[in-house]
C-alpha cells in the first residue's frame, strides 16, 4: 500500500469507537462489494437490498459505479491504471462509510482481484463482504441496458471489459449470485440472509 505524499499528517481519533457507534446507532457497518461484469445485475440487486435494509430500519447506501464517475472519479478513465484508482479511491470511500456505521453496498466492474483484495484489506475482518454477480457474458450482452455492449462489438468503446479488457472472477467470493438465472427477489433475498448469518443486520 502506498504512503502518503505529505508527512506532516496525523490521523486524528474521534470521542467514539466503532464499538460507541454501534451501541449508540444500533447497527454494525460492513461494505458489500458487488462485482461483475457489465449488465450482470450489480447496481439492481445493490439498490433492491438497500431499499430493503433502509425499510427495515437500516442505514444503508450504495456507491454505484457509473454515480462515482460523474464527481469524485470524473477525472478517471477505463485504462489498467485509472481502473486501480478508481477502485483504490472507492475502497477508501466504503471504509470511511464503514466506520461510520452504514452498511455500504458497492456496485462496480471492479475487474481485477488485486484491486478488490486491497479494498478488503482496508475493513477488519467479519466487515468485508465480497459477491461475485456471475452471469454469463452472452446474457449480460443480451441484457445491454446501456448500449455499451453493441459499442464495444463496434469497436467503438475500447478497453470495454468482458470483450477487449479482462475480467478476473473472484475465487473466494463470500457470495455467488447466479444473476443470469436467479429472480432480483431471490438475489437480494440471499444478500440478506448473508448479513444476517454473519450478525451484521438482525432477522
Known amino acids: 500500500m502506498s504512503e502518503p505524499k505529505s508527512k506532516n499528517i496525523h490521523w486524528h481519533h474521534g470521542k467514539l469507537t466503532s464499538e460507541d457507534r454501534q451501541e449508540k ?6 461494505v458489500i462489494w458487488l462485482t461483475g461484469l457489465s449488465g450482470s ?3 439492481t440487486v445493490a439498490r433492491e437490498a438497500e431499499l430493503a435494509l433502509v425499510k427495515n430500519g437500516i442505514n444503508a447506501y450504495v456507491l454505484d459505479g457509473d454515480n462515482v464517475r460523474h464527481g469524485l472519479n ?3 478513465g477505463f485504462s489498467p491504471d485509472d481502473r486501480k484508482e478508481n477502485i483504490r479511491r472507492i475502497g477508501e470511500v466504503a471504509k470511511l462509510f464503514a466506520e461510520a456505521n452504514v452498511v455500504v453496498l458497492t456496485a462496480f466492474i471492479s475487474p481485477y482481484q488485486e484491486d478488490r483484495a486491497l479494498a478488503r484489506e482496508l475493513l477488519p475482518q467479519g466487515s468485508f463482504f465480497e ?3 456471475d452471469a454469463p457474458l452472452d446474457k449480460c450482452e443480451e441484457r445491454d441496458p446501456k ?6 462489438r ?3 468503446i475500447p478497453e470495454f471489459t468482458g470483450i477487449s479488457a479482462p475480467y478476473e472472477a473472484p475465487d473466494k467470493a463470500e457470495l455467488v449470485l447466479k444473476t443470469g438465472e436467479e429472480t432480483l427477489e431471490e438475489s437480494t433475498r440471499r444478500v440478506l440472509d448473508m448479513l444476517i448469518e454473519n ?3 438482525k432477522a
Open 25 to 30: 446507532l444500533g447497527q454494525q457497518g460492513a
Open 41 to 43: 445485475g450489480k447496481s
Open 74 to 76: 470524473k477525472n478517471l
Open 131 to 133: 459477491i461475485f454477480c
Open 147 to 152: 448500449g455499451l455492449y453493441k459499442k464495444a
Open 154 to 156: 463496434a469497436g467503438e
Open 199 to 201: 450478525n451484521i443486520i
